[in-house]
Nanobody, 130 residues
Framework: QVQLVESGGGLTQAGGSLRLSCAVS????????MAWFRQAPGKEREFVAA???????YYVDSVKGRFTISRDNAKNAVYLQMNSLKPEETAVYYC????????????????????????WGQGTQVTVSS
């Protein structure tokens, strides 16, 4: 069983930065593709970024150049560094883990496929004020 616990959310102004962390339990962490999703009020959950065991990554176009996903297999952790945040990026950010899916496949997965992702965290709130 794998458990994901997010932290690092909070309130920042537009243009500010936050770093999200996801602590992962489980001895086979390094085998999983890890990802971040977000869900704004009244909107569908959307993919943000994903990374595989060898640091191959994939991002949604809207965050490229501003967000960086990384992982530390020794610490069983994945991170999302978010810079130049925008008010429209206010959302609950979720960490996810999947054994079979590549980062790119996770990035182009339709919403209907999200229920098939192996594990989800509980989410952390990110609020960006204008």
């Amino acid at each position: 069983q794998v458990q994901l616990v997010e932290s690092g959310g909070g309130l920042t102004q537009a243009g500010g930065s936050l770093r999200l962390s996801c602590a992962v339990s489980g001895r086979t962490f390094w085998t999983y593709t890890m990802a971040w999703f977000r869900q704004a009020p009244g909107k569908e959950r959307e993919f943000v970024a994903a990374i595989n065991w060898s640091d191959g990554s994939y991002y949604v176009d809207s965050v490229k150049g501003r967000f960086t996903i990384s992982r530390d297999n020794a610490k069983n952790a994945v991170y999302l560094q978010m810079n130049s945040l925008k008010p429209e990026e206010t959302a609950v950010y979720y960490c996810a883990a999947d054994r079979q899916t590549t980062p790119q496949a996770m990035g182009v997965m339709p919403d209907s496929g999200y229920s098939g992702i192996d594990y989800w965290g509980q989410g952390t709130q990110v609020t960006v004020s204008s």
